[in-house]
C-alpha cells in the first residue's frame, strides 16, 4: 500500500530524496533529505541556480535568475528577478507557492546582490519557509 507525503514525513526511518548539491553523509553514502518540506528547498535552489541550457538533455529546465542578478541595478529589477522565478517556479516546481521575493543587497555592497525567497508547500500552507541566495 503506498503511503502519502505526510506518513513519509513523519517516518524517521524514512528519506524523501537527494540533498543538493550532492555529497557523502558521515556513512559515505549521498546526503539525503528527510521531509518534504527539506526536499522543496533543495528543489528550489537546484531550479533557480541553473541557468537555461545547463542541462543538455533538459535545456528548458532552470532560470534566468543569474542572468538577471547581472544586469545594471535600477528600480525594475527586483520586478524582473520576482518574474522570472514564478515563471520558473510555476512550470517545473507547482507545488511551491512563492510568498515573497526580496532583492536585497549584501552588506550594502550594490555589487552583490542577494534574492531571498518566501515559501509554502502545497503540502502544508501554514508552513513557511525563507532561503537566500546569492547567485
Given at each position: ?21 550532492i ?17 522543496s ?25 543569474r542572468?538577471l ?12 528577478i ?54
Amino acid at each position: 500500500m503506498a503511503r502519502n507525503a505526510r506518513e513519509i514525513d513523519i517516518d524517521p526511518r524514512t528519506y524523501v530524496g537527494m540533498s543538493f548539491p550532492i555529497r557523502a553523509d558521515g556513512n559515505n553514502n549521498f546526503a539525503m533529505t528527510k521531509t518534504s518540506l527539506e526536499q522543496s528547498q533543495h528543489n528550489l535552489e537546484n531550479l533557480l541556480l541553473t541557468s537555461l541550457r545547463e542541462r543538455p538533455m533538459t535545456p528548458e529546465f532552470g532560470s534566468r535568475l543569474r542572468e538577471l542578478c547581472f544586469e545594471q541595478i535600477d528600480e525594475n529589477l527586483p520586478e524582473k528577478i520576482e518574474g522570472e522565478i514564478q515563471k520558473s517556479v510555476a512550470k517545473w516546481l507547482p507545488y511551491i507557492n512563492i510568498q515573497q521575493v526580496d532583492t536585497l543587497t549584501k552588506n550594502g555592497d550594490k555589487s552583490q546582490i542577494v534574492v531571498r525567497i518566501g515559501y509554502s508547500t502545497s503540502l502544508d500552507p501554514e508552513a513557511t519557509n525563507t532561503i537566500d541566495l546569492e547567485p
